[in-house]
């Protein structure tokens, strides 16, 4: 009889323990919470029995047995409401008339358990008995995969008063943005080395309200260093960044292509890509004369010419004689070269598409205010516009617009590069002493929307730009898709309405004032974030505990 009890406690404790082992680390303490319980209550129930009178007993054998049933497929479905999400279950579906898969947009509803997304249901098919299964019904909003963000300045730890992760990822979740991948650059120190990593990593560890991964930097150092590089990717970073141009940031000094191509080697071992900021200083031929002196230092255009479309296509031309080793058969194979930000829609586009075609293993992102935004609009001396490479003119934005229709450009990324407002000069309004770095984390879904309607975008297409090829990119296998099987990051907006970008607006990045977008009407409202199955954001606030989580290769 004893023996018995034990049995069946111990079947669903292990497999109650297994399941929530594959969860969230808080939810990981409920169940310690529970499993406790189960196990007193039980062995309680089990002396009593051992008193009986041995006909009463026969029964009462089968009790605990039913009830174990019940607690092995039932008890999972309703955990106490958590402070991870702001929804009190883990199985549950979300409804809705628009969701968007990878076989398009279907009327019907998600079924989700333990974080993960265990079946997609059409309407005309689905009968739950939201009796027992909870179900959200979002109605006609657009239930989306959640955004995943490639390139992010958090600046944590180091310079956590520029942004945080706190603040950075409370940001990331109001704008339906469920992963982000950290860039080396812009904390202190930069992430170029297995210790630094580690450093980042404590950082994050239970105060990120996304899950967060992180690029290592390819800096002269550890370029020149394999071992030093091997244990930088054997820590965990998704992949490698390095800047062809001096990053502004002394702890993190620009790489040549011959770093990059004595890297690549390595990287290609590892399948993880490098990510390049592709511009190079290019002889500008006295271009920088300032015809009227100082002051036009306030003026756009004359920052716009101390970075000329030619420093990326020189930058990428360079790039592009590396990729050639990328191809299958190559010395680099299954290394793969990522140019971030690009602004030049002209000759460096063609190159990256010529390279493309040859079968060099490159991809291109560009980012919203490139395509939301033109040089000659920007106001003298508003620095919050200040970028690099620039924001140029409205002829070069509809191509980079063309482009991303066609397939040209693969993805989209924030660059959330902020700093302390001081930086930004928003007085002097100096365009060439400012910090260069948009804002816009917060902004990234509604702002693509926004400026994409006009050109018919679908919602098929924000979700390959947003999900489905940075997460491909960043090696992200069971992210970036509502599939069968994946972790169940997902967002839920409105289109249709629209919003003032003002001060009443619940702006969670650190220093709203510096960001371009601020004071815009943008449409496309995040109405839910869910992360892996937690409801992180809802209308306005966020869960009460930072449970996401950060995200090391493995
Ligand atoms: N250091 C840093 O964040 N630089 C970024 N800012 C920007 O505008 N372009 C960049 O590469
Ligand atoms: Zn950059
Ligand atoms: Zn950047």
Known sequence: MCAWYWLVIFIHVTKYYNQELKNSKQKFGVSIKWRALYILVWRRVAREVRN?????????????????????????????????????HNHYWIASKRIVTPNGTISGAVEIKQGRIISIVA?????????????????????????????????????AEWEGFPSGTKAAAAGGVTTLVDMPLNSAPSTVSEETLKLKVDAAEGRVYVDVGFWGGLVPENAENASSLERLLNAGVLGLKSFMVPSGINDFPM??????????????????????????????????????????????????????????????????????DTRAGGSAEGAHLHIV?????????????????????????????????????????????????PIRDAANKEKL???????????????????????????????????????????????TWTYGRKYGITFEQLASWWSEKPAKLAGLTTKGAIAVGNQADIVVWEPDVEFNLDNDYPVHIKHPSISAYMGSRLAGKVLSTFVRGNLVYKEGNHTSQACALPILHR
């Open 255 to 324: 790489t040549t292509s011959s770093h990059i191509k004595e890297a690549l080697p390595t990287l290609a071992r590892y399948k993880r890509p490098l990510l390049v900021h592709a511009e190079v200083e290019v002889n500008l031929d006295g271009k920088l004369e300032m015809e009227d002196g100082v002051d036009n230092a306030r003026s756009y255009s004359t920052y716009l010419k101390t970075r000329p479309a030619s420093m990326e296509e020189a930058a990428i031309n360079q790039l592009i004689t590396l990729s050639k």
């Open 123 to 159: 309407e005309e098919n689905w009968h739950v008995n939201s009796r027992s299964t909870a179900v959200v019904n979002y109605g006609e909003a657009v239930v989306m995969p959640g955004f995943i963000d490639v390139h992010a300045h958090l600046d944590d730890p180091g310079r």
């Open 341 to 389: 930000h690009l602004s030049d829609a002209r000759t460096s586009l063609n190159l990256i598409k010529e390279a493309k075609q040859r079968g060099d293993s490159i991809t291109v992102e560009t980012c919203p205010h490139y395509l939301a935004f033109a040089a000659e609009d920007i106001p003298d001396g508003d620095t919050r516009f200040k970028c690099a490479p």
């Open 401 to 447: 617009w063309d482009a991303l229709l066609d397939g040209d450009i693969d993805m989209l990324s924030s660059d959330h590069s902020p700093a302390v407002p001081e930086l930004k000069l928003l007085n002097e309004g100096d365009f060439l002493k400012a910090w260069g770095g948009v804002s816009s984390l917060q902004f990234v879904l509604p702002a």
């Open 52 to 88: 009986m009178e041995s006909g009463k007993r026969g029964f009462l054998a089968l009790l605990p047995l039913l009830l174990s049933f019940l607690f092995y497929f039932d008890f999972s479905k309703k955990l106490p409401s958590s402070d991870c999400s702001l929804l009190p």
